[in-house]
């Protein structure tokens, strides 16, 4: 089993829609999570960071449940500029060793 | 502020040659990783240094695979001899020291390896 899994998409929406993406961790000592965001041909790059009590950054909204051991990312509103790949990402450990999901496509369509 | 440096972009060699890829962090930042990503996966954590010692490289295929990370500063990850599955992006990251962790790792560009 995968310590990180995500749907791979992809996820094809028009412009506007809401979407949302999951992902689940297997390892219950994680401590932390983010989302990374990785546009083709090019490096990832943090997009947040996800804590227990829900986090909102403008049109994009994390949320984490340890109990079930479960991520979300939502996007409202959506942007062709927000077409790329989101990948889930878990640490666990002092070491700051990043576990990334294999990444969940995203095509905004006009 | 620059970012994280790596070189060669992209690579092409045979199987079985031998590869070298270079990477310069953002200054100041005492940890250094690099990753395979192999196309339609995340990124996988190879190896993880923090200044010039090797914190995590249980990842890492040692019979084919070094790393090293002279005076803490610059990285260069080599590989020989090449096999076909090593066709990857291979991505060099830095964070700064993970006293207090976690801290946001900075991606470079990475460097495209096809072995034909």
Known sequence: RKEVEQDP???????????????TYSNSASQS?????????????LLMSVYSSGN??????????????????LIRDSKLSDSATYL?????????????GTGTLLAVQP | ???????????????????????????????????????GQGPKL????????????????KDRFSAERL???????KIQPAKLEDSAVYLCASSPLSRAGPYEQYFGPGTRLTVT
Do not use: M
């Open chain 1, 33 to 45: 999570f983010f989302w990374y965001r990785q546009d083709c041909r090019k490096e990832p790059k």
């Open chain 2, 46 to 61: 190879l190896i993880q240094f923090q200044n010039n010692g090797v914190v995590d490289d249980s990842q890492l295929p």
């Open chain 2, 71 to 77: 005076k803490g500063v610059d990285s260069t990850l």
């Open chain 1, 9 to 23: 998409g992809p996820f094809n929406v028009p412009e506007g829609a809401t979407v949302a993406f999951n992902c």
């Open chain 1, 56 to 73: 909102e950054d403008g049109r994009f909204t994390a949320q984490l449940n340890r109990a079930s051991q479960y991520i979300s990312l």
């Open chain 1, 88 to 100: 889930c990402v878990v640490n666990h450990g002092a070491t700051n060793k990043l576990i990334f």
């Open chain 2, 1 to 39: 502020e620059a970012g994280v440096a790596q070189s060669p972009r992209y690579k092409i060699i045979e199987k079985r040659q031998s590869v070298a890829f270079w990477c310069n962090p953002i200054s100041g930042h005492a940890t250094l990783y690099w990753y395979q990503q192999i196309l």
